[in-house]
């Protein structure tokens, strides 16, 4: 039986500022209208952060009774090396998915975007057959598009339209949390090339090859800052998110540097650091345009 540690490895704690990333810049851009419910906020962010652990829980189970999962370079995999039973594996994905349904509900219900019903389901069926059903799309190499899409734009703008009228920095901002939260996806896909490749999984990285793979990662981090520039037309105060740069750097050198296996963990966990100070400075600078 997996410890309780085991099982919060298992949730992928590293891959959380990916889901409260999209929150933060959704919010700046609302403040930035001078329309802000920080209650929805909240709502959001707790939508977020259980469908990130929803999606981190299928994947480990749907990869680990495929066997997957069974050589492993990266962190825990509860079914992959046998430390939990598939099935509780598969019952704790479909409670947070379940808890993500309860909150996005209870968040429509008082905002009365009744849009985002049919768009939460899409997402939750999307996070579930991204490595589950006969054929996951992240087998196919469509992983980056699903988290640029739910974990960008939907997540961004749909925080966002919860409290006022969407605008070009919801949009740049989007585009941007969106670009280095797949960037993320590329690092871990980069990782696992070997292992992917024998057992069949065809993510992008895969295709790509291994030059391609961190050709890629690199232009999805140079967009970040391109829609800095962008947003920073709306508020200049949106450049504070370039003091988040250094952050990039080390990843960044790693990725370009050619570096494999255990060796790109850290550029994965230094990724998502960059993203989450990148998303909280944006939405910051964002926030300061309302005075401007």
Not at 6 to 31: C, D, E, F, K, M
Not at 137 to 145: A, H, I, Q, S, T
Request: hydrophobic share 55%; glycine share 12%; aromatic share 8%.
């Amino acid at each position: 039986m997996a410890t309780l540690a085991q099982w919060i490895a298992g949730a992928r704690p590293r891959t959380l500022p990916a889901a409260i990333s999209p929150i933060l810049v959704g919010a700046g851009a609302a403040y930035q209208t001078g329309d802000i419910v920080w209650g929805f906020v909240v709502l959001a962010a707790l939508v977020a952060l259980a469908l990130q652990v929803g999606v981190n829980y299928a994947n480990d189970y749907s990869d680990g009774v495929r066997g997957t999962d069974e050589v492993r370079v990266g962190p825990v995999r509860l079914v992959g090396q046998r430390l939990a039973a598939p099935r509780s594996v598969k019952t704790a994905a479909f409670t947070a998915f379940a808890c993500a349904g309860v909150l996005g509900l209870t968040l429509v219900g008082l905002s009365r975007l009744w849009v985002m019903i049919p768009i939460g389901a899409v997402a939750i069926l999307a996070a579930w057959y991204y490595t589950g059903g006969a054929n996951p799309y992240g087998y196919l190499g469509l992983g980056e598009v699903f988290v640029f899409v739910f974990f960008g734009l939907v997540a961004t703008l749909g925080t966002m339209a919860t409290m006022t009228s969407l605008t070009a920095a919801g949009w740049w901002g989007a585009i941007g949390v969106g670009a280095v939260a797949s960037a993320i996806l590329v690092a871990n896909n980069l990782r696992d090339i070997p292992t992917d490749s024998v057992t069949g999984k065809r993510t992008l990285a895969v295709r790509m090859g291994d030059r391609g793979t961190r050709t890629f990662y690199v232009s999805l981090v140079a967009l970040t800052f391109v829609m800095t520039g962008l947003a920073a037309l709306t508020s200049p105060f949106a450049l504070l998110a370039l003091l988040a740069a250094p952050l990039a750097v080390r990843p960044v050198r790693a990725v370009v540097g050619g570096a494999t296996g255990r060796a790109l963990i850290p550029a994965l966990a230094g990724t998502g650091v960059f993203e989450l100070a990148w998303a909280a400075l944006l939405a910051v600078g964002l926030a300061l345009g309302q005075h401007a």
